[in-house]
């Protein structure tokens, strides 16, 4: 389709919102996109309609198909409030939570939701204010709800805003109902939605429902003998403004943590993120505040969650006395190598528990499970995935933990999406662990390295915004996956694994065999004889298109370390540039 077939779609659909039973600011904002000379930004609001990806409905936030405002929010409500009512004809009532999070128009998005929920003769249980995602996911399986929904844009900058959906056993919608949904809201027409819903339909949770996710977070402790030895432990926290403000210092509080500095000027609640340019805990520049205050005070941890609260981010204090972000492969690895061991030794393996990651985490994870007896599945990215493995095997096998790459981590099953109240209160409880070995955080993972091999990981990502940037990242994996690199980082290439096919291709032998995924997903990754792992995938939820990089080396003694580390990081760098071209 050329540029010309695009404006004069995109103008139809812009007019139909301007002559259809939108609000009046809708319609001047679409006027003034159509008026002016440059039409980039009413192509990229109407060239499309938000779908759901990985992390379901997200983008910027303001007029058109392709933003979110009440009308893109409101035919997801209307298109889920039919679904529902078809999948669950059989019941006498259907019922919904609704959490969000922070962010500019997240209760407005909240309150419109639960009035169309209502106006379908829904049952909605609304919290009063911002709750973490994970707490959505609780209330849902507490309650007894078919689903759920949160308004969250999770990590992504103030002009985003999100809307993720969720099934009866608290997870993220997956296949079939989440492309049955999508069916459903794609015949939703702005006449058909339903707003005026009946008040009476919507009861407002608060305090009691954060008491009882509590209670189920602290049964997560494995020590807490250890606990009661080192209650003060210099923990920093920030919310980076979001909704972990005050669940957080809460769980922490619960395990029996009594030492948690706060960063004041994070502390504010705020959908402008006034005090970082991204509230991202990946990100060093959104942890600045937090690490000047661990130096203050000389802190143990310092950590901090995303808007949501499912994402965490830690920084440890490393043996020159830096404090040091770890990454999240780190992360994950040391909340494995923990738990793994604790359940060990508190006599809790019986031979039927398994652990989750995902594709694009460190292989690492797997070695630790292999060595321990203990059963390891890999998921594609998104939490969503690995909850579908905890619903597979519910009743047959034991769910230890699981997570992925991007900060996320799932220390038990009571929630069915990543979870950073309990994580934050888990991974202070393994500092306080490592602290009664004589060890730090960061000695740990050495000490993990030593025992399981040297992993380092890095990931990059290019952005390309627009239905341009779309075409771009179709045509750069179109690319990969037909001319595939020979060699990587002076290692010849041994496998290549094509999620869009299932197919793996051993490039030695050129035998081919099958991936052992329920569904296809547009990945690829590439494995070197010398162990070397590369994964490409476009975002699901974002303009982007990520490169994720792991080379593997042997750890002798910790002394080695910095040398080891720099010899993998000049490695991956070098990889890097012969695969991604800005």
């Not at 019986?350 to 694009?360: D, L, M, N, P, S």
């Amino acid at each position: 389709m050329s540029n010309q077939d695009v404006l004069v779609q995109v103008e139809q659909k812009a007019k139909t919102w301007l002559e259809g039973n939108y609000s009046e600011e809708i319609k001047a904002e679409i006027s003034r996109m159509m008026e002016n000379e440059d039409k980039t930004e009413l192509i990229d609001s109407f060239y499309k309609d938000l779908e759901f990806g990985t992390g379901g409905l997200r983008g910027i936030m303001g007029a058109g198909t392709n933003r979110m405002n009440i009308y893109t929010v409101g035919a997801a409500t209307q298109g889920l409030s039919n679904y529902l009512k078809k999948a669950f004809a059989h019941l006498d009532e259907i019922k919904v939570a609704i959490g969000h999070d922070c962010r500019n128009n997240s209760r407005l998005f909240a309150e419109t939701s639960a009035k169309i929920f209502a106006a379908n003769g829904i049952k909605v249980y609304l919290f009063e204010d911002l709750r973490p995602t994970p707490e959505l996911s609780f209330a849902i399986r507490h309650l007894g709800c078919q689903s759920g929904i949160i308004l969250t844009a999770s990590h992504n900058p103030k002009e985003y805003n999100g809307y993720k959906a969720y099934w009866e056993d608290g997870s993220q919608v997956v296949a079939p109902h989440d492309k049955n949904i999508i069916t459903e809201v794609e015949n939703v027409t702005v006449d058909d939605i339903k707003f005026d819903g009946d008040a009476a339909k919507i009861e407002i949770m608060g305090a009691e429902i954060d008491e009882l996710f509590l209670n189920e977070s602290v049964k997560v402790s494995l020590a807490q003998d250890i606990i009661k030895k080192w209650h003060d432990l210099k923990i920093v926290y920030t919310p980076i403004h979001g909704t972990g403000v005050e669940m957080i210092p809460a769980a922490l509080r619960k395990f029996g943590f009594t030492n948690i500095i706060n960063v004041p000027e994070q502390d504010v609640v705020s959908g402008d993120f006034p005090t970082v340019i991204s509230p991202n805990p990946e990100e060093a520049t959104a942890m600045k505040m937090a690490i000047e205050k661990g130096k203050e005070v000389d802190a143990d941890l310092i950590m901090a969650s995303d808007p949501d609260a499912d994402r965490l981010g830690i920084v440890v204090k490393n043996d020159k006395g830096e404090y040091e972000i770890v990454n999240g492969n780190q992360t994950c690895l040391l909340f494995t190598y923990y738990l793994i061991t604790k359940w060990k030794e508190n006599g809790l393996l019986t031979g039927k528990e398994f652990v989750v990651k995902t594709i694009v985490t460190t292989e690492l994870i797997a070695e630790i499970a292999n060595r321990n007896n203990v059963e390891y599945f890999d998921t594609y990215t998104g939490f969503k995935y690995i909850a579908d493995v905890i619903r597979e095997f519910e009743g047959e096998k034991k769910y230890i933990g699981g997570g992925e790459e991007s900060f996320g981590f799932l220390p038990s099953d009571f929630v069915r999406d990543k979870d950073a109240v309990t994580a934050c209160a888990l991974i202070a409880e393994v500092a306080a662990w490592a602290k009664d070995k004589g060890k730090s955080l960061y000695q740990l993972l050495q000490d993990i390295y030593l025992e399981y091999g040297f992993s380092k990981e890095k990931m990059k990502y290019i952005v390309r915004k627009g239905k341009e940037g779309a075409e771009e990242i179709q045509q750069m994996m179109y690319e990969l996956r037909n001319n595939p690199p020979a060699t990587l980082g002076g290692s010849k290439m041994a496998i290549v694994k094509d999620y869009s096919t299932l197919e793996v291709k051993n490039m030695i032998s050129g035998e081919t065999t099958k991936i052992d995924q329920k569904e296809t997903s547009n990945v690829l990754q590439f494995f070197t004889e010398d162990g070397s792992k590369v994964s490409v995938r476009p975002s699901g939820t974002e303009p982007k298109i990520k490169f994720y990089f792991e080379v593997q080396d042997e750890l002798k003694s910790r002394e080695e370390f910095d040398a080891v580390d720099a010899k993998a990081n000049e490695k991956i760098d070098g990889i890097m540039n012969e695969l991604v071209k800005e």
